[in-house]
């Protein structure tokens, strides 16, 4: 049972326009949700978060956006640069609980 | 500076060997993690800790064991009851405080079973 999907293997984008990210939750009980940038043999890195009290946060030219009633949850990269090529993973989380669910990635390639 | 060390970053095994995985944080996490990634899909839970000598199964906890006898240790065993050992292992940590934190992962230590 997969309750954290992402539905796009791969996106490729020009530099310079935005990325679109897609996620989306089946557990409603999910009230955290992260993004994590991953390059090839390396560890995630942290990118942004989202408690569900919001519908959006922003870090410089990444913004999180999140409909609870869809269940579903975006990353919006803007301008894309080929240095964001990268695999992002989506995770969840419930209040109180230590148990992150990952989704299976989206290899992002930002053409130059 | 703080963060998470795993050791080694590539690792080579005979089957039917046990092997260890070192994972180390300076970062006064409560909580560690450990998961482990396959080619083409996400991260999948295998230990977790929230607390020293206290550590919970995962989602894919058969074949594994694992210790807590340290805040800032967590290490992972991979055991030969394992059927399909060779993987990308990462280990994570995060604060504990009732509300959800971000984790932050270790360098991943990539295991060869032949």
């Known amino acids: 049972d997969q309750q954290v999907k992402q539905n796009s293997p791969s996106l490729s984008v020009q530099e310079g326009r935005i990325s679109i990210l897609n996620c989306d939750y089946t557990?409603?009980?999910?009230?955290?949700f992260l993004w994590y940038k991953k390059y090839p043999a390396e560890g995630p890195t942290f990118l942004i978060s989202?408690?569900?009290?919001?519908d959006k946060n922003e870090d410089g030219r990444f913004t999180v956006f999140l409909n609870k009633s869809a269940k579903h949850l975006s990353l919006h990269i803007v301008p894309s640069q080929p240095g964001d090529s990268a695999v992002y993973f989506c995770?969840?989380?419930?209040?109180?609980?230590?148990?992150?669910?990952f989704g299976t990635g989206t290899r992002l390639k930002v053409l130059a | 500076d703080g963060g998470i060390t795993q050791s080694p970053k590539y690792l080579f095994r005979k089957e039917g060997q046990n092997v260890t995985l070192s994972c180390e944080q300076n970062?006064?996490?409560?909580?560690m993690y450990w998961y482990r990634q396959d080619p083409g899909q996400g991260l999948r839970l295998i230990y977790y800790?929230?607390?020293?000598?206290?550590?919970q199964k995962g989602d894919i906890a058969e074949g594994y064991s694992v210790s807590r006898e340290k805040k800032e240790s967590f290490p992972l065993t991979v055991t030969s009851a394992q059927k399909n050992p060779t993987a990308f292992y990462l280990c994570?940590?995060?604060?504990?405080?009732?509300?959800?934190?971000?984790?932050?992962f270790g360098p991943g230590t990539r295991l060869t079973v032949t």
């Open positions: 994570a940590s995060s604060r504990w405080g009732g509300a959800s934190y971000e984790q932050y």
């Open positions: 557990n409603s009980m999910f009230d955290y």
């Open positions: 989202i408690s569900s009290i919001k």
């Open positions: 995770a969840a989380s419930s209040k109180g609980t230590y148990k992150y669910i």
């Open positions: 970062l006064n996490h409560d909580a």
């Open positions: 800790s929230q607390i020293v000598n206290d550590f």
